[in-house]
């Protein structure tokens, strides 16, 4: 993916800078549309599956969480209490290493190497057997996507993946198991994503550049919640789909549907 080592930022020799900076944005758009396309391709499979998922714990009485680690929490984030989207969807978080606001930000990397971290999370969290988590995790190597996956399982909740295969066939593990996020869940998702997560090289650059995995995994999860979605349309149960309070009776409606599903929305307590 990206492009050929040789090749120059932009297009300089035959154009103005504006055009060279043109000609670069334009190469990460076509590469995070390609993967994109990669994923209609070949995840359409396992993203409905896991949109059944979670229409299965919703219709059973289950709630549904999700949790990234670092910038793989942004995914995560995304989907919760988000207009048009479920208004059952919780972020798990793990106290500093949800996104980059910990200083210094190393420690959120550190963080994810800590045995025994995830565990304490879950054992304390409203999350219970029949519920569902999606662990979003771009390498799945390092311990704390790890001990999620395979704890939650451990405690009768059924596992949801995105994460990048590619990692587990040409990295080793980072964590005690020695084995990698794909290997403790339902239901996996490959981002497609390249090892290392930049999709662009140019000449003087020094190192790849443009990370695509965030637009990518964030893609990812607001098909699952529309494959959830069409699910429990299609089993004569209403979403509960919450609306934009920018438009004229958004805030009554989000009322309406988090009371009518409070014992399930924890992101308000």
């Known amino acids: 993916m990206g492009g050929a080592a040789d090749e120059p930022t932009g297009r300089a020799a035959s154009g103005t800078a504006d055009e060279a900076a043109g000609g670069t944005a334009e190469r990460f758009l076509d590469a995070a549309v390609g993967l994109l396309e990669r994923v209609r391709k070949e995840e359409t499979g396992s993203i409905s599956a896991a949109g059944t998922l979670i229409a299965d714990a919703f219709t059973g009485g289950g709630r549904v969480f999700a949790f990234g680690a670092g910038h793989s929490s942004l995914p995560a984030q995304d989907v919760v209490y988000r207009a048009g989207g479920l208004a059952v969807l919780n972020l798990l978080p793990v106290p500093g290493a949800v996104g980059v606001d910990v200083v210094p930000a190393t420690l959120g990397s550190a963080l994810e190497r800590v045995e025994g971290l995830a565990s304490a999370v879950l054992e304390t969290s409203p999350a219970r057997a029949g519920d569902v988590l999606v662990v979003i995790s771009l390498s799945g190597r390092n311990t ?4 999620m996956a ?15 295969v590619a990692y587990a066939e040409a990295t080793s593990p980072r964590n005690p198991s020695g084995t990698f996020l794909k290997d403790h869940c339902d239901v996996v998702v490959d981002s497609k994503i390249a090892v290392g997560d930049a999709e662009l090289t140019a000449q003087g650059a020094g190192a790849p550049f443009a990370p695509a ?8 999860m ?8 069409e699910a429990l349309a299609a089993r004569g149960v209403t979403p509960p789909l919450l609306r ?14 988090m009371a009518e599903h409070a014992d399930r929305i924890f992101y308000l307590r």
């Open 150 to 164: 395979s704890r939650a399982r451990e405690l009768g909740l059924r596992v949801i993946g995105v994460t990048s």
């Open 222 to 229: 607001q098909a699952v919640v529309a494959s959830a979605v």
């Open 144 to 147: 704390l996507p790890v001990e």
């Open 213 to 220: 995995s965030t637009v990518v995994a964030g893609a990812i």
């Open 244 to 257: 934009s309070g920018n438009v004229d009776g958004g805030h009554e409606w989000n009322a309406r549907v």
